[in-house]
């Protein structure tokens, strides 16, 4: 904890986020893998995939991103003002949470799912296969939840190793069961994409498995998972629920635009929503990437303001950010100049090949502003400062959701108007986040 607090910072930075990074790299080719093996099976499941994708992303956004971050927070912030008492209370606490969270994700799609599809645009065998993959990955969404707050609590502590080693090892895991249950190989039963939702749920069990045992039995861990800690108190969720609460409005917010997007482009046929379903899986690769500098980003973060060093914190969320920002940019600008060297690995369709052309041309040069809001996003996570993240995702919403719908059904808007409005949203994300830094959103505490 004392090189969070005192090594210069941009070796610390690049030291925390590089196992991350390389990590969530891996992480991010196994989700092209994996689209390359649904790919195989036809249009119609591409287009399945990208129907049930808010789910599968608002779902890693929420486990990971907004309670993981708020786990990853608290447990900064407590182990930097020398509470590891208060460190080890708040594992259970975001156990719980976690346990809740998966529980309440099933029951609302037992509810509301299939209805939701519909409105989407799904019906006959697109909306049986999307409904089947979604139905599989949230009755073991426990795994995801679980593998998203132990890895967090762990990364908190200072440890961003241990939880990237064990990304490293679950992709090869679940790059194995991909490719086995959706197609068939290695002798395994072909499930089509329900074999895509299994395979996550075994990468997932498999990393909760291990980051349990790690907090509970491992020496090297500065707070430790005991039974004897094992007591439910207000204050402790309210320290959690300070920040996942208003963080958990981004990906619910991110998410909606999505859907919304999907139902919208859904209109324009099936080719056009499996283009859509290959690009913006293509952008769902930033986060991880950026996740890896993010995650590190909480904990230093976190750890500075509990200590009260706000500037250093600041100095942190800046180069951090701009660091995630360029790395987003460049991999944006190359996908954008090179769409005949990537696209026809995923769909041998002209009309899905020229849609997500359009898409990753229009929308892919706006990846810096991504990489940047986001990574700023878990930054505020670490200094419990979450106003402007949330504005900020809010008026992404507005721009190019709302803004979709009424260029759609208003004014005869095509694809290309819908892909600019995403593109103007990304822009305006990323920017309000570093503006509202530079003007003193930490400092206002």
């Known amino acids: 904890m004392e090189e969070l607090l005192y090594n210069p910072v941009l070796p610390l930075l690049v030291k925390l986020s590089a196992p991350n990074t390389i990590a969530f790299l891996i992480q991010a080719i196994v989700v092209l893998t994996e689209i390359w093996f649904i790919g195989q099976l036809g249009t119609i499941s591409l287009a399945a995939i990208a129907l049930a994708f808010p789910v599968l992303m608002l779902t890693q956004q929420m486990a990971f991103g907004a309670l993981g971050g708020a786990v990853g927070s608290s447990i900064a912030r407590s182990l930097g003002a020398g509470n590891i008492e208060k460190a080890e209370k708040l594992l259970w606490h975001a156990i719980f949470i976690g346990s809740c969270g998966a529980l309440s994700f099933l029951i609302i799609f037992l509810i509301l799912g299939e209805s939701i599809l519909i409105l989407l ?56 069961f991909s490719a086995g249950l959706i197609l068939g190989w290695f002798g395994l039963p072909k499930l089509g994409i329900v074999g895509a ?68 482009i859904g209109q324009f046929g099936t080719s056009a929503l499996a283009g859509y379903g290959i690009g913006s899986r293509v952008e769902f690769l930033m986060i991880p990437l950026v996740f890896g500098i993010g995650t590190a980003l909480t904990t230093m973060v976190g750890a500075n303001i509990g200590a009260k060093n706000i500037e250093r914190a600041e100095k942190m969320g800046f180069m951090g950010g701009f660091f995630a920002g360029s ?18 690995l995923f769909t041998t369709d002209e009309a899905t090949f020229l849609v997500t052309k359009q898409y990753i041309e229009i929308v892919g040069i706006c990846y810096f502003f991504q990489g940047l809001g986001l990574s700023l996003y878990f930054a505020s996570q670490g200094a419990s400062a979450m106003k402007w993240p949330i504005l900020a995702t809010f008026s992404r919403f507005i721009i190019a959701a709302l803004g979709g719908y009424l260029a759609v059904n208003y004014f005869s808007a095509g694809l290309n ?25 930490w400092r206002r505490l």
């Open 121 to 176: 645009g799904g019906s006959g065998l697109l909306l049986d296969q999307s409904f089947s993959y979604c139905l599989i990955f949230l009755s073991g969404g426990i795994l995801i939840w679980l593998s998203g707050v132990t890895s967090a609590a762990i990364r908190g502590s200072g440890n961003m190793q241990f939880p990237a080693l064990m990304m490293v090892a679950s992709s090869i895991l679940q790059i194995f």
């Open 197 to 264: 939702a299994v395979s996550a749920l075994i990468s997932a069990g498999f990393m909760s498995l291990i980051f349990i045992l790690k907090l509970s039995l491992s020496s090297s861990m500065p707070i430790k998972l005991k039974y004897s800690r094992l007591s439910l108190e207000k204050d402790l969720f309210k320290d959690i629920f300070n920040v996942a609460l208003p963080a958990s409005l981004s990906p619910i917010l991110t998410v909606g635009t999505v859907l919304v997007l999907t139902g919208l």
């Open 327 to 344: 790395l987003s940019g460049i991999i944006g600008l190359i996908l954008a100049l090179t769409p005949e060297l990537w696209i026809n």
């Open 417 to 441: 108007e819908i892909f600019y409005l995403a593109a103007a949203g990304m822009t305006i994300f990323g920017l309000m986040i570093v503006i509202s830094l530079n003007l003193g959103a």
